[in-house]
């Protein structure tokens, strides 16, 4: 099995760019201001983050249908730490907190092998040097209340 995943960046000035792949929106991106960029666009580091969060919740969702598990949502917050490490700055660690509500307190238990099983199946865990940390929080919402 092989995939080939394509971009491209146009440099638009300054220290800022447009980022596109076929048959997707374009997304503006820049430097961010901690490395003299700029506010207000996605940088390399909030793109990397946000990777390592999506492939988290794509995993998991694929993972809950597969287990027939009924859920009712799925939101996250996504924390990256960059630090001096091994001499150079690079991110050590980055932590995921999903809300995951699902509908049977039933379900609860695959819910949580799911959340295990995401380090076997994700694409960008498994390519990435950082620590990943999943701190879920998982709610029972049988839609009596």
Same mark, same amino acid.
């Given at each position: 099995?092989?995939? #080939?995943?394509? $971009?491209? @960046?146009?440099?638009?000035?300054? !220290?800022?760019?447009? +980022?596109? /792949?076929?048959?997707?929106?374009?997304?503006?991106?820049?430097?961010?201001?901690?490395?003299?960029?700029?506010?207000?666009?996605?940088?390399?580091?909030?793109?990397?983050?946000?990777?390592?969060?999506?492939? #988290?919740?794509? $995993?998991? @969702?694929?993972?809950?249908?597969? !287990?027939?598990?009924? +859920?009712? /949502?799925?939101?996250?917050?996504?924390?990256?730490?960059?630090?001096?490490?091994?001499?150079?700055?690079?991110?050590?660690?980055?932590?995921?907190?999903?809300?995951?509500?699902?509908?049977?307190?039933?379900?609860?238990?695959?819910?949580?092998?799911?959340?295990?099983?995401? !380090?076997?199946?994700? +694409?960008?865990?498994?390519?990435?040097?950082?620590?990943?940390?999943?701190?879920?929080?998982?709610?029972?919402?049988?839609?009596?209340?």
């Amino acid at each position: 099995m092989e995939y #080939t995943y394509r $971009t491209r @960046l146009r440099w638009t000035g300054e !220290r800022k760019g447009v +980022l596109g /792949s076929e048959g997707k929106p374009n997304l503006e991106v820049a430097c961010g201001p901690e490395f003299g960029g700029h506010e207000g666009y996605w940088n390399p580091e909030d793109l990397f983050v946000a990777s390592v969060e999506h492939c #988290t919740m794509s $995993t998991f @969702l694929w993972l809950a249908e597969k !287990r027939r598990i009924r +859920l009712v /949502s799925y939101e996250s917050e996504a924390e990256g730490l960059a630090t001096m490490s091994e001499g150079s700055l690079r991110f050590t660690q980055v932590v995921v907190r999903p809300v995951i509500t699902i509908a049977e307190e039933s379900d609860r238990q695959k819910v949580e092998k799911c959340l295990v099983d995401i !380090r076997d199946y994700c +694409l960008v865990f498994k390519s990435v040097r950082s620590d990943v940390i999943i701190e879920p929080t998982v709610v029972v919402d049988d839609g009596t209340t």
